[in-house]
């Protein structure tokens, strides 16, 4: 069955320093989504790609988030520099329709 | 008032139960609703989808829709220590681009 990978699954960085994570969606899956998770609460999105474009981005804190899908298939996303507050889990999702599935996610610890 | 609600629970069934889940919702122009179930410290995985009024049933599960009271809900029926996990309700919202709005998840506790 068909799966949305994100690596790393961990990630232990202090602040002020740049972390990237990446996301390879289910395969012919147009869209791309970008969710933070924090602890007890549900995900948020922060940004939407439908192929390489930005849907939607509004909830992204862009002066140290960025994301990119340069051809519309896996995507990156970047924050720099890191804060405490970052600590979460980001979890990627993709669909072809409105169904979104999830990926692992990658759990953000910021010290 | 959020664009989501669930109780956060936690909720505490006895194992073979009927566990019920309900969450709210602000938008009246919303179209589609998910509940996704989420294991601890793991990523959140789909359990139902629902479009119309009514009932939805996948074996164990059923999912109530009712777009008049802005409400859906999800029955575990026969539940079982391996349902223990947190339920999140997801909405997408009308004009939402597919985006989904997840309320802040009902923990479910399933005792032996």
Redo the contacts between chains.
């Keep these: 069955e068909a799966e949305v990978a994100q690596s790393p699954r961990y990630k232990i960085t202090e602040k002020s320093q740049a972390v990237a994570f990446w996301c390879d969606p289910i395969s012919g899956h147009a869209t791309l989504y970008w969710y933070r998770q924090i602890l007890g609460q549900g995900p948020e999105l922060l940004v939407q790609f439908q192929d390489e474009s930005v849907v939607d981005d509004s909830q992204l804190p862009k002066d140290r988030f960025s994301a990119e899908r340069l051809k519309g298939v896996d995507s990156t996303l970047k924050i720099q520099p890191a804060e405490l507050g970052d600590s979460a889990m980001y979890l990627c999702a993709s669909s072809s329709q409105e169904t979104q599935y999830f990926g692992p996610g990658t759990r953000l610890l910021v010290l | 008032q959020k664009e989501?609600e669930q109780n956060?629970g936690p909720l505490s069934v006895p194992e073979g139960a009927i566990a019920s889940l309900n969450c709210t919702y602000s938008d009246r122009g919303s179209q589609?609703f998910?509940w996704?179930r989420q294991y601890s410290?793991?990523?959140?995985?789909?359990i139902m989808?629902i479009y119309s009024n009514g009932d939805k049933e996948d074996g164990r599960f059923t999912a109530q829709l009712n777009k008049a009271s802005q409400y859906v809900s999800l029955l575990i029926r026969d539940s079982q220590p391996s349902d223990s996990a947190t339920y999140?309700c997801?909405v997408?919202q009308r004009g939402g681009?597919?985006?989904?709005t997840?309320?802040?998840?009902t923990q479910l506790k399933v005792e032996l």
């Design positions: 989501v956060s589609s998910f996704y410290g793991k990523s959140p995985e789909l989808s999140l997801a997408n681009g597919n985006k989904l997840f309320g802040t998840g």
